[in-house]
């Protein structure tokens, strides 16, 4: 699977951005999708995910819940993360990952390359 992420750039605090991942390669049917991001210094953290098969089971960071939405495209094979209501905080690279459905995250199976997200004040 190879994973291209795409959308990032330089928005204000309180404004919005949506992150997109393409997905190619295989079928991702048995693969759960996520987000995770990594600021300067710091550890990369996971953000959100979605399982692939079933778009209503999606899980959040409790630091994104409310103002982050993860969602996928089938016919695209693309998944989203619309970010809204941004927080300085929340500048950081963000990487797309794929791995397989009763696997944990520390089993990542295909990262994307990063885009980075920088929220001015």
């Known amino acids: 699977v190879q994973l291209v992420e795409s959308g990032g750039g330089l928005v204000q605090a309180g404004g919005s951005l949506r992150l997109s991942c393409a997905a190619s390669?295989?079928?991702?049917?048995?693969?759960?999708i996520g987000w995770f991001r990594q600021a300067p210094g710091k550890e990369r953290e996971f953000v959100a995910h979605?399982?692939?098969?079933?778009?209503?089971?999606?899980y959040y960071a409790d630091s994104v819940k409310g103002r982050f939405t993860i969602s996928r495209d089938t016919a695209k094979n693309v998944v989203y993360l619309q970010m809204n209501g941004l927080k300085q905080e929340d500048t950081a690279a963000y990487y797309c990952?794929?791995?397989?459905?009763?696997?944990?995250?520390?089993?990542?199976?295909?990262w994307g390359q990063g885009t980075q997200v920088t929220v001015s004040s």
């Open positions: 990952a794929a791995k397989l459905r009763g696997r944990s995250w520390s089993n990542v199976d295909y």
């Open positions: 979605i399982i692939w098969a079933s778009s209503r089971i999606t």
């Open positions: 390669g295989r079928s991702l049917s048995t693969y759960i």
